[in-house]
């Protein structure tokens, strides 16, 4: 395995991020977007605070983010996780370090609740996210329409045993 570290996702990142992205589109189990939106509505859509790249030496070999569920402040404290990680780089710990981190921090910034919507034929995400604490909480059947095929998702959630205890 290739030695890597974690650090913050700026705009400089931006072009691997959405080469990454791609990557994930491309396999029909990793989003409903079938296109990668520019920075500026990326930027807007994703907690300024909670972003991340794994890198190694120049090369961005995944990413992860949190995303506001809701503008309402009840819901202040619970977002929703986008984890990506590089076709070459899979199976190799990036993903495991980049969800650890991005518990880490979404800590340190108040989070209580990680939630993650993950297509039921994503083995992987799924026992990435239950390696990282995550439970399943249920299946929201057929939640959308995908290349023409209704698409079920698994919901997914880590309550913080610091935030909000």
């Not at 959308?144 to 045993?161: F, T, Y």
Request: glycine share 10%.
């Amino acid at each position: 395995m290739q030695s890597f570290e974690i650090e913050p996702l700026t705009q400089e990142h931006w072009e691997a991020v959405c080469e990454i992205y791609l990557q994930g589109i491309a396999t029909g189990n990793a989003t409903f977007e079938t296109s990668v939106p520019g920075w500026k509505e990326w930027d807007e859509r994703h907690l300024p605070t909670c972003r991340l790249v794994a890198r190694s030496a120049d090369k961005v070999l995944g990413w992860a983010a949190l995303s506001p569920v809701s503008s309402r402040c009840v819901y202040g404290g619970v977002a929703e996780v986008s984890i990506y990680v590089a076709q070459e780089a899979r199976g190799q710990g990036v993903g495991r370090r980049l969800l650890a981190a991005l518990v880490e921090v979404s800590e340190q910034n108040g989070i209580w609740t990680l939630q993650a919507g993950i297509f039921q034929e994503n083995a992987a995400s799924i026992q990435l996210h239950q390696q990282a604490g995550f439970r399943i909480v249920g299946v929201r059947e057929r939640l959308g329409c995908l290349d023409g095929k209704w698409r079920d998702i698994v919901l997914m959630e880590r309550r913080s045993a610091v935030v909000g205890v």
